[in-house]
């Protein structure tokens, strides 16, 4: 499975901004999520979202972040809104292969992307 993230870039505190994950490879995705990861700090879990859209979001971005997904076209999406400077990092599309659950697994799965970087000014 190879993931290729997009979207994004530079923005504004309290601006939006809409991430893409592509997943090709293996057609069979199962749980996706998104994670972060700031300077100096650790990855940090975003949202996760099952094959069917059963989502789960961090407490820190709930209610400003959406989770999606496009299982046609095999790419998950991350809406961003009401962007803090907190939100700067580079952030990483997951995925595992098929077969999955009703909710997503809270746990890292084995595909990762190479990151896509978002970094939010004052």
């Known amino acids: 499975v190879q993931l290729v993230e997009s979207g994004g870039g530079l923005v504004q505190a309290g601006g939006s901004l809409k991430l893409s994950c592509a997943a090709s490879?293996?057609?069979?995705?199962?749980?996706m999520g998104w994670y972060r990861q700031a300077p100096g700090k650790g990855r940090e879990l975003v949202a996760l979202?099952?094959?069917?859209?059963?989502?789960y979001y961090a407490d820190s971005v709930k209610g400003r972040f959406t989770i999606s997904r496009d299982n046609r076209k095999n790419e998950m999406y991350l809406q961003m809104t009401s962007l803090t400077r907190d939100g700067t990092a580079v952030y990483l599309c997951?995925?595992?292969?098929?077969?999955?659950?009703?909710?997503?697994?809270?746990?890292?799965?084995?595909?990762w992307g190479q990151g896509t970087q978002v970094t939010v000014s004052s």
């Open positions: 997951n995925a595992d292969k098929c077969p999955g659950l009703e909710y997503p697994g809270r746990y890292e799965y084995p595909y």
């Open positions: 490879g293996d057609t069979c995705i199962a749980d």
């Open positions: 979202i099952a094959a069917h859209g059963n989502a």
